[in-house]
C-alpha cells in the first residue's frame, strides 16, 4: 500500500493510526478557537484531527494545548557557535521545528564547501533546516574574505531539497544601483523566494529594493520602520537575538490583523542565552506579557512563517501537514511539555538516531603574528572617528572625538571609554590590519578577541593594552578561532572555535559553560555590555549602519565608502 493510501485510510479511521494524541486541545490558528479531539499521525503527516481514533501507538496529552511547531524564519546557525548537529540537539526541545538558515558566516570562510556542509547536514537533523544560498559573499567589496560567491557559484546549489531561495540580500547598495553581479544573482533567483536586509531604508529606494523581488525583510528596528515595509507588501520578520533585540519595539505592531504578515526570528542567538531564556518561545512569551494575544504571538511563530515562505506544508495541525506540534502545559507562558517534530517525538533516543558527519573548514585561521606595535593609530588629526556602540542593536553611532597623538600614536583613553579596537585578516590572503576607536564596552584593562567578526569572519580585538591585544589576537591562531580574554599577559577564559573559527567540535553543554566563564571574564574587566563577544562581531558588518571597522579601515555605511 502506498504512503498516500495509508494517509488516507488512517485519516478515515479504517485503519489504525500510527501515533495518536489524546486528550488534549488544539490551538486553531485561523480562528483563535481550542478544538478538542484526538491528533492521528500517519508517519510524518497529521491525518486527522477533532476525533476520536485508535494508535499503534498512543501518547496521552490530557490538560496539554497543541500547537504547530515553531519556524524561525531568519537564522545563522554558525552563530550559534556549536554544529548544526548541535542547533539541532540544542534549539529542537524549544519547539522549533522548521529553520531557516543562511550559512553564509561559514561560506565568507571556507566558500560553497560551507553551504554543501549545511545542505548535507540537513538532510541528517531531527529538525527540517532550510538552507538559503547565501547572496552576498563577500557582503561588500570593503572587506576581504575568505571567498567570493558570484551567481555562476549558486547555480550547482540550486535545486537541493532544502533550498527555498536566495538568503537575505545585505547589499542594498548594489541593487539600488544594479551592480552587474547582483542584477545576475536576482535574475538567477526571480521567480523563487528572496530574503531581504535593508535597515532603515525607505522611500523610494525602498520600493525599488522591494520592486526587485525580495519579500521579507528582518531589520526593522523600529514600528515605524517595519509599518512603512509591511505597507509596502513585505513580511516583516521580528528579531530577538544575543544582539540585535527588536522585540519590544515591534510588539505594538503585532496584532490578529497584522499577524498573517508578520514573523518571528531570532538571526544570532547562544547557547547562554538559549539556557537561561529560551528561543523562539521566549518571544513567544514575552509577546504575551507584553499584550500581544495569544492568537497573534503564535500565528507568527508558524502558520505566518509557513505562509511567507511559502511552506504550504507545515503551519497548522490540520491534516495532510507536517506532524510538527508542539505540547504545552500552558498557553501564555509557552510552558512546554513535549515536542514532535515529523511525527518523531523529540527525546535522546530519537537524536542518537542521527548520522553525523566530520566537520568541515579546519585549520582556517592563517593571521599574521602580530606585536603590541601594531595596534597603535598614527595621523596628523586629533579629531577622530569613533564607533558608538548602541546596546541591543547592531546599528551602531557615527562619533567624533578628540584624542591626543602623543609619540605619534594615539592611545586609549579609559576615562572616556575610547578603547582601541583591530580588524586583522586571517584568511593568509594580505595580512591586512586597521585599527580605530569604539566607545560602549567600558573595558578597563586587558583585551578581547574573536574570530566571530560579521561577514568576512577576520580576527576583530579591542582592548586597553596593546600586549594584551597582540597575545589576544595570537591566541586566536593556537586554538583555530573563537573567542579569547587576556588580562596582563595571561589568557583568562577562551572558547575554541575550530570549524571555519565558528562552530565548536564540543556540545552545547559545554559552549554553554564556556560562554559563562568568557562573560565573567569579561565583566571582570569591566564590561558592562550584556553580550559583548557577538557585540564585537557586529562592529565589523560594513552594511549595517553607521560606523563599521574591516580589514581594509573604518567604513561609513551611509556613504557606503571607507573613510582615508
Known amino acids: 500500500m502506498s504512503i498516500l493510501a495509508q494517509r ?9 493510526a500510527d501515533l495518536v494524541l489524546k486528550g488534549g486541545q488544539i490551538f486553531d490558528l485561523m480562528m483563535g478557537q481550542m478544538l478538542s479531539g484526538d491528533v492521528a499521525i500517519c508517519g510524518d503527516r497529521i491525518v486527522g484531527i477533532c476525533a476520536e481514533y485508535d494508535g499503534v501507538e498512543v501518547l496521552d496529552v490530557s490538560g496539554k494545548i497543541l500547537v504547530p511547531g515553531f519556524i524561525d524564519t531568519h537564522l545563522h546557525i554558525e552563530s550559534s557557535l556549536v554544529t548544526p548537529f548541535e542547533f539541532d540537539r540544542c534549539v529542537l526541545p524549544y ?53 567570493t560567491i558570484l551567481a555562476e557559484d549558486l547555480k550547482p546549489l540550486m535545486g537541493h531539497p532544502s533550498g527555498i531561495g536566495l538568503a537575505e540580500f545585505m547589499n542594498f547598495p548594489g541593487v539600488l544601483f544594479q551592480d552587474p553581479e547582483v542584477m545576475k544573482k536576482l535574475t538567477l533567483f526571480e521567480d523563487q523566494h528572496i530574503d531581504g536586509h535593508c535597515p532603515l531604508l525607505s522611500g523610494k529606494d525602498l520600493n525599488g529594493y522591494i520592486a526587485a523581488g525580495i519579500r521579507t525583510e528582518h531589520e526593522a528596528t523600529t514600528a515605524e520602520e517595519a509599518l512603512e515595509k509591511l505597507q509596502k507588501g513585505m513580511r516583516v520578520l521580528i528579531r530577538e537575538g544575543s544582539v540585535s533585540k527588536d522585540l519590544h519595539a515591534l510588539a505594538p505592531i503585532l496584532n490578529d490583523v497584522t499577524s498573517p504578515y508578520l514573523c518571528l526570528c531570532t538571526d544570532d542567538r547562544n547557547p547562554l542565552d538559549i539556557a537561561e531564556q529560551g528561543h523562539l518561545d521566549y518571544m513567544i512569551r ?9 492568537l497573534a504571538a503564535y500565528r507568527a511563530a508558524s502558520l505566518s512563517a509557513a505562509e511567507a515562505f511559502d511552506l504550504k506544508d507545515r503551519g497548522q ?17 509557552c510552558d512546554i511539555a513535549d515536542v514532535i517534530c515529523g511525527g518523531v517525538l523529540v527525546n535522546d533516543a ?26 597603535r593609530t598614527a595621523g596628523n588629526r586629533e579629531d577622530t572617528d569613533v564607533i558608538g556602540i548602541l546596546e541591543g542593536k547592531i546599528i551602531t553611532e557615527h562619533l567624533n572625538e578628540t584624542i591626543a597623538i602623543v609619540d ?32 560602549g564596552f567600558n573595558l578597563k584593562r586587558g583585551a578581547i578577541a574573536s574570530t566571530v567578526c560579521h561577514d568576512h569572519h577576520n580576527i576583530a580585538v579591542v582592548g586597553a593594552d596593546y600586549d594584551d591585544m597582540a597575545l589576544a589576537a595570537n591566541r586566536l591562531g593556537d586554538i583555530e578561532g573563537g573567542f579569547v580574554v587576556v588580562e596582563g599577559g595571561k589568557v583568562l577564559a577562551e572558547l575554541p572555535l575550530p570549524v571555519a573559527g565558528l562552530m565548536s567540535l564540543e556540545s552545547y553543554e559545554v559552549v554553554h559553560d564556556q560562554l559563562v566563564d568568557l562573560r565573567k571574564a569579561a565583566r571582570d574587566l569591566g564590561v558592562t555590555l550584556e553580550e559583548p563577544f557577538l557585540q564585537l562581531a557586529f562592529l565589523a558588518l560594513p552594511v549595517i549602519p553607521n560606523l563599521k571597522i574591516t580589514d581594509r579601515g573604518l567604513v561609513d555605511v551611509n556613504k557606503f565608502e571607507i573613510i582615508s
Open 286 to 294: 514575552t509577546l504575551i506579557s507584553l499584550g500581544v494575544s495569544p
Open 408 to 439: 605619534g600614536d594615539k592611545r586609549p583613553d579609559l576615562s572616556r571609554d575610547l578603547i582601541k579596537i583591530a580588524v586583522i585578516e586571517r584568511h593568509g590572503k594580505n595580512g591586512n590590519m586597521a585599527t580605530g576607536f569604539v566607545r
Open 317 to 333: 495541525i490540520s491534516p495532510g501537514k507536517r506532524a510538527d506540534i508542539v505540547i504545552l502545559n500552558d498557553l501564555d507562558s
Open 8 to 16: 488516507i485510510d488512517q485519516g478515515r479511521g479504517t485503519a489504525q
Open 350 to 375: 530519537a537524536f542518537a538516531t542521527r548520522a553525523l558527519m566530520p566537520p568541515v573548514g579546519r585549520h582556517s585561521v592563517n593571521a599574521p603574528t602580530v606585536q603590541a606595535q601594531h595596534f
Open 95 to 147: 519547539g522549533v521545528t522548521t529553520a531557516i538558515c543562511d550559512p553564509h558566516e561559514i561560506a565568507n570562510v571556507i566558500g560553497p564547501d560551507g553551504i554543501r556542509y549545511f545542505q548535507e547536514a540537513s538532510t541528517r537533523t531531527l529538525m527540517d533546516i532550510k538552507v538559503q544560498l547565501s547572496s552576498c559573499v563577500p557582503s561588500t567589496d570593503m572587506e576581504t574574505a575568505g571567498a
